[in-house]
């Protein structure tokens, strides 16, 4: 009871444990992306690490944030359309942390996060509204048929294995041809009606994410709500290991969110998709 | 700055400052055959991976030449994310620099699939055939 209590009593402070857990992930992928443009990057962290080290308990500057963002506009200026879209979201959260860290005000930071929730879920919507290769179902149905989707699940069907290695060979043979001759071949389902089932989880995927997406600009600390966007989070990570992006959908969350309980279910969910990351298990 | 200003600013600036990068990116997808993967549109998933992209060469290997050489591969990376005629033309000079041939060929595939029947094929998305005497 005791150790419930001590993690009800931290999770009353969400907002703190917010910019924490955005710290550590900053950090890891900091130190994941620390190659590129070392010409830049080793002079600011060693002056970040200086001065974090000296000055960090008497400036009222946020001196890690400020030298964590530094590095990420680095790379966003020689890297602009190499960086994975969770960076310029990391970007995007780590900004109003800054501000935050200066105005000390709750009201502007969920602000922020709830309307860059609402834009990427929502611009992720019309993206996928104007893939015709999504809306059809083929991108699912490609997914599944070449095991990048419920991939851990799959597992537990060793004759579906075969059908995915397969598809897998006929894929990398087509590719070693001439493609101006216009050969094709026929994937192999993984399961039957397929295209169908593809067509369909098309569909649902674009409607839970618009429900989530107008729920959180319309009630963004229903509880209703959050448990709508947890289980988006977690359905999303089920089918994919996309750890980086939900780790910060979830410190969203979890700045938006006033239930105890769903509190904790953030946190273990960045938790998870943290130690995911540096096991190299899920996506950066 | 005024208060009310200030408070605008702090609530709406950062949300504001997402939607242009993605107005930006849209821009690129339309204009420059940017995937939809990249540029912060929140477009992953909604089509197959440029990885997947094929850079074909009549008589050689692409994965031959961007293991030679790292700004091959720089430039092949560049060409799948975004297979316009600008970063086309990059990599048909570089491997003219590098090759000493006389002229080249490039061309992007992209694959697609019909999950009605299952069939699996390529697309050209773009091409170039450049001359040494053009540089």
């Known amino acids: 009871m005791k150790y419930w209590l001590d993690i009800k009593a931290q999770l009353k402070s969400n907002i703190e444990i ?83 860290s200066y105005h000390q005000r709750i009201e502007i930071l969920s602000k922020n996060m709830q309307f860059l929730l609402v834009i990427v879920i929502m611009t992720s919507v019309i993206q996928k509204l104007l893939s015709s290769q999504f809306m059809s179902g083929d991108f699912y149905y490609y997914m599944m048929n070449r095991g990048g989707m419920f991939s851990r ?14 598809n897998k060979i006929n894929i990398i043979a087509l590719n070693d041809t001439n493609p101006n ?15 169908f089932m593809s067509l369909v989880f098309a569909w649902v995927t674009v409607i839970v994410e618009s429900i989530v997406a107008i729920s959180i600009l319309w009630k963004p600390r229903s509880t209703w709500v959050h448990i709508l966007f947890t289980f988006m989070i977690i359905g999303i990570l089920c089918t994919r290991l996309e750890t980086g992006f939900m780790a910060l959908l979830a410190i969203c969350g979890l700045i938006l969110c006033n239930n105890s309980f769903l509190r904790l279910v953030y946190v273990l969910i960045v938790l998870g998709c943290i130690t995911l990351i540096v096991t190299k298990i899920g996506f950066h | ?44 998933y909604t089509g197959i991976h440029f990885y997947y992209n094929q850079i074909y060469i009549p008589g050689m290997s692409s994965d031959s030449l961007m293991e030679a050489n790292f700004d091959i591969k720089n430039t092949f990376r ?43 094929t390529r697309v050209l998305v773009n091409e170039i055939y450049l001359k040494k005497s053009e540089l």
């Open chain 1, 153 to 166: 699940f799959i597992n537990f069907f060793p004759e579906n294995l075969d059908v995915i290695k397969e």
């Open chain 2, 78 to 120: 560049d060409l799948k994310i975004m297979p316009n005629d600008k970063n086309l033309k990059e990599a048909a000079e570089l491997i003219l620099k590098i090759t000493e041939k006389d002229s080249i060929q490039i061309q992007i595939w992209k694959p697609t699939v019909n999950s009605k029947n299952g069939i699996y």
């Open chain 1, 18 to 100: 917010s910019i924490q857990l955005l710290l550590l992930l900053l950090g890891i992928y900091v130190m994941i992306m620390s190659d590129n443009e070392r010409i830049w990057k080793v002079p600011l962290l060693f002056v970040g690490a200086f001065i974090w080290f000296f000055y960090r308990g008497k400036t009222k500057h946020p001196i890690a944030l400020i030298v964590f963002s530094t590095l990420l506009i680095i790379d966003l200026c020689y890297l602009y359309f190499r960086v994975a879209n969770h960076h310029f979201m990391l970007l995007f959260m780590v900004l109003p942390v800054i501000g935050y």
């Open chain 1, 181 to 195: 001759d216009l050969k094709t071949i026929v994937l192999k389902d993984i399961f039957k009606n397929l295209g």
């Open chain 2, 1 to 44: 700055m005024p208060n009310k200003s200030k408070t605008f600013f702090l609530k709406y600036g950062v949300p504001w400052l997402a939607v242009i990068v993605i107005v930006i990116h849209f821009f690129f997808t339309k204009t420059q055959n940017l995937n939809p993967w990249k540029g912060g549109g929140y477009g992953m």
